[in-house]
Structure formats: C-alpha cells, structure tokens
C-alpha cells in the first residue's frame, strides 16, 4: 500500500515537472496572458479534463510557475553569494547582481512573469511570498552584516529620511535587522536599482543606447555599493 502510494506520488510529480515545462514554453511564445491549460494538455497528449485534476485553473498554473521561477532565482542568488567571503561585503553584493541578470537572461520569459506587467485578473496568493523573498532576504543580510561590521561608509551627506517612511522602514527592516532608516532608503535605491537595470535590459529600452552592457552593468552596480557605503 505504502510503496503504490510512493509510485502514484512520483507519477504525479513526474507529469506535474512535464505540466510546467510546457507551460514555461507557451510563455515564450504567448505570454502569460495566453497561457492556456487546454494547449498545454493538447501539447502533452492528455485530456483537458485530466489536466484539471493537478491544476483546477489557469491561476493555479500560474502559481506554481511563479514559484518555481523565484525558487530557481533565489537558488541562483544564494549559491552565488555563498561561493564569496562573509567579510567581503562588496563582493557578495556584486555576486548577487551578477546571479540575478544572468538568470534573468538566460530566463527572460519567467523574469516578465515575476517583475513584468501584471497578468490581468491573476492575484498572486500568499504562497508565492516565500519563494519571492528568498533573493531578498539574502541581500537584507549583506546590508545588516555591513552595517553590524562597521563597514559601511556612505559618501557625503544624503537627504533626511521622512517622517512617513518610518512605518515602511519598519517593514523592511524584517528583512535588515538592526539597520537605520537612512542605511534602509539607500538599500532600497540600490536594490531596486537593479532590477531597473535588468528590466530594462530584457525589455529593449537599451536597445541602440548601451551596446556592452555587461561592463556598464558591472560599474552600475558598484556606483550602486559606494552610494551603499559599501568598500570597493
């Protein structure tokens, strides 16, 4: 009994890995506003029916390949930063920029998923949260190590934080622990910096503009780290 319930788990699982894969080659070509469970079933050879009995709807699909992407993503982000000395700040921080473009373009159509435009009607549930945070959170620790080490040295003189922002610094700082506000918008800045790179990278806005993006991203990121304070 036990082992017949092993085997149909690994089938499932088995066709699941099949159901997504095919999924993530219709994103290529129709997006996911196109993403349809009758063609993936189609594709597979499978009854739209039995297609239904591992993902009710097309927001169930949806879900899963959004956690898969920012599992595969935060799995990229932690190797590489684990691969760098704990006392090299800067350098765990360039390892994370570097992981995160690299999968992005060599993931462009699940990249659009999880930071592109929105897919109209699709809610993202609180399961996708703590794949989607796994990228972050190791970044929220380099800034918290640093900050603790002493090793930030932000240059000159910044505008004071607003008032308003205390409560959102609060929020952040779940993912910073023991880092200022100031230390927390400079984070922010450099963080979303990143991903504004990127996305604008994939999506062509650097097309004809910025032709050897690779050493132009490397420079942006560490203007990035010494805005930061963290040591070149």
């Not at 373009?105 to 809610?123: D, K, N």
Request: charged share 20%; with cysteine.
């Amino acid at each position: 009994m036990s082992s017949s319930r092993t085997a149909r788990e690994r089938v499932r699982a088995e066709l699941t890995r099949e159901i997504t894969d095919v999924a993530r080659r219709q994103l290529a070509v129709d997006g996911a506003s196109g993403l349809s469970l009758r063609a993936v079933a189609r594709e597979l050879g499978m009854a739209s029916s039995a297609i239904y009995r591992y993902f009710p709807s097309k927001d169930d699909l949806l879900t899963a390949l959004i956690i898969d992407g920012y599992n595969a993503l935060g799995e990229a982000v932690e190797n590489a930063e684990a691969a760098v000395p704990h006392t090299d700040h800067a350098g765990r921080w360039m390892a994370v920029c570097h992981a995160v473009r690299d999968w992005a373009l060599v993931h462009p159509h699940e990249y659009a998923l999880l930071y592109g435009s929105p897919v109209p009607g699709y809610q993202a549930p609180q399961d996708t949260v703590p794949a989607a945070i796994r990228d972050t959170v190791v970044y929220g620790r380099i800034v918290s190590d640093a900050h603790r080490a002493g090793a930030l040295k932000p240059p000159g003189d910044h505008p004071p934080v607003p008032p308003s922002f205390r409560e959102d610094a609060a929020r952040v700082r779940e993912l910073m622990p023991d880092v200022p506000d100031d230390v927390i918008v400079r984070g922010l800045i450099a963080w979303t910096g990143l991903f504004g790179w990127i996305s604008f990278e994939l999506f062509g806005q650097f097309n004809n503009t910025i032709m050897d993006r690779t050493p132009a991203f490397d420079h942006t990121m560490r203007c990035h780290a010494a805005m930061l304070g963290l040591p070149a």
